[in-house]
């Protein structure tokens, strides 16, 4: 089928994106599901801070590629052998989508799983499938979904089904934002009722781990940022404290309202200088979380003795490390019963022709969550 899609032909141009353009809209050729493939009818798209960062080539792709890793639709057609999906179902569309099989799988972190992650660095489906083109030439699959485009093949373990009555806008940043955010205070830090935490960056990701460290309980829940347009969404959230991590005496603040620092803190920003704080107003003893990425390369110092002595701890978080099919409908449940009320995220719709100006909103810190409505409507 031919289908109108976002194309990114290059990584690093500059911003302003307005002017520099990284996506073109184009009509592509998308071959139909082959067995074990889904046809989705993608009918919004969040537009997350990854996104910025293939476009700013901080990680490199496959090109061309077609934009997009967070989505929701509806299910047209499944290929041969697909018999937990039939044309018609809701679907959220998401990253993380084990093989079942492997050891990382068995031990329920498909998050990690290497025969899935390969192919998608390499632009492909888990199956090792490209089944977008352009004029005969193939286009990437960007993270096995490639949202940005009217209809997307994907793997059945990329999609988790969802009741009707979600609207799709909202359901859409349950493929990303929401398992991330969400994903690292529940499953990754387990954060215990009582505690205090930090969460630097009260973006898209941010605010899910906001809203989900206050269903766990966290008596105090610090927002830090450096724009501070976006404290007053924080504290309706449920943010205690909300501190500019320019101020000077920021860390000082904080460590004192803590009573030494806090239990945890989640670096949601993908900002070294945040890591540098995180782990300053963290206490003895204490996590850091860190959730956001930068460049592949990237190097992070941090004191060694400290680490040491302090008995602090660095994880990594990826897509909190979710189960899909057993988070989503959880996540979806506490979203449903006003607990995590992410319908709060979404800052506007999108067309395709506002993609690249989205682009610069999301990269000056303008707004939250924008979701693409690939058909104009949801
Ligand atoms: N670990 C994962 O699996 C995963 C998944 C998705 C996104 N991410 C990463 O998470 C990060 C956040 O993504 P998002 O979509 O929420 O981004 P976003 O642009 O919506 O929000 C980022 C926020 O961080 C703030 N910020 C920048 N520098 C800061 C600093 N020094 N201290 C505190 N706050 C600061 C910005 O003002 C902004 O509000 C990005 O790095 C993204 O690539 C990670
Ligand atoms: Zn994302
Ligand atoms: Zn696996």
Redesign the pocket.
Known sequence: MRMKAAVMYEQGLPAPYADSHPFHIEEVDLEGPGPGEVLVEVRAAG???????QVAG?RKRKLPVVGG??GAGIVREVGAGVTDLKPGDHVVMT?VSGCGHCRTCFTLRP?LCQSVTLPRTQGLLANGACKLSLRGEPIYHYSGISAFAQYAITSPKSLVRIPDDVPLDVAAMFG??V???AG?VFNTAKVAPGSSVAI?????????GLMAAKVAGASQIIG????EG?FALARELGATDVVN??DPKAVEHVRSITNGGVDIAF????????MT?ANAITRRGGEII?????ATDAQFQYAHAGLVTEEKSFR?????SCVPERDIPSYIEMYRQGRLPVDRLKSESIDFDRLNVSLDL??R?E???QILLPHGSV
């Open positions: 537009l997350c801070h990854s996104d910025l960062s901080l890793h967070e990253v998050a990303c934002a398992v991330t955010g690292s630097f960056g009260l973006g898209g990701i941010g605010l899910n830090v940022d450096i724009n976006k991590a320019r670096e949601m920003s993908g900002s070294f200088p945040a704080m860190c959730v956001g990425l930068g990594g978080s990826f897509m909190g999301l990269d810190g707004v939250v969550r």
